[in-house]
């Protein structure tokens, strides 16, 4: 039986994941920056609106008002991290879900990176909201960091493999 294109060229099939979901992201961010004025929000339903907010800071607008330096400080970090999950990702012995787990982080980490090289701030357009209690605001990269690190930890759970019940043939006859 043939393997799989993505068993044969794992760092090809890991590359094209993470330029689909880069692109993705970027794509959204594009349509919603281009569709919506800055600040300007449009209801879907009753706990969910498209916005268009930028964020100088981290997760839930962690250190946005800090003066402009966090702003080389968050791209040191993402080239930091980028960069650290790529290698590994890249490297022969990644395990299958290392490595697509890390497309997405990739993925979504090289998409906020993009947006504060250029601008200095992220694009978000997902506002989840329960009548005036707004979740800070979101995009596609947050949900694949999101989820690849809910996925690693949930694997970490994993119970640790058990030594086999049946005894060997040797221990046996003695």
């Known amino acids: 039986m043939n393997p799989r294109w993505t068993q044969r060229n794992p760092r090809l099939a890991w590359l094209a994941a993470v330029a689909i979901i880069l692109l993705l992201d970027q794509t959204t961010k594009s349509y919603f920056s281009n569709a919506l004025k800055l600040g300007e929000r449009i209801l879907v339903t ?8 930028l964020n100088t800071g981290a997760a839930f607008s962690l250190l946005a ?6 702003r080389w400080f968050f791209i040191a970090v993402s080239v930091l991290v980028v960069g650290g999950v790529s290698v590994v990702c890249l490297a022969q012995q990644a395990e299958p879900l290392d490595r697509w787990m890390g497309a997405f982080v ?3 980490g090289g998409g906020n990176l993009v947006d ?12 989840i909201h329960w009548r005036d209690i707004h979740w800070p605001a979101f995009n596609l ?6 989820c690849a690190a809910l996925t690693w930890c949930l694997a970490s759970l994993k119970a640790p493999p058990r030594p086999p019940k049946h005894k060997n043939p040797k221990d046996l006859s003695s």
């Open 106 to 108: 990739v993925g979504g």
């Open 46 to 53: 009753d706990w969910f609106n498209f916005v268009h907010l």
């Open 116 to 127: 504060r090289i250029q601008t200095g701030a992220v694009v978000d357009f997902l506002d």
């Open 141 to 146: 990269a947050d949900i694949f960091i999101v």
């Open 65 to 70: 008002d800090a003066g402009g330096w966090q």
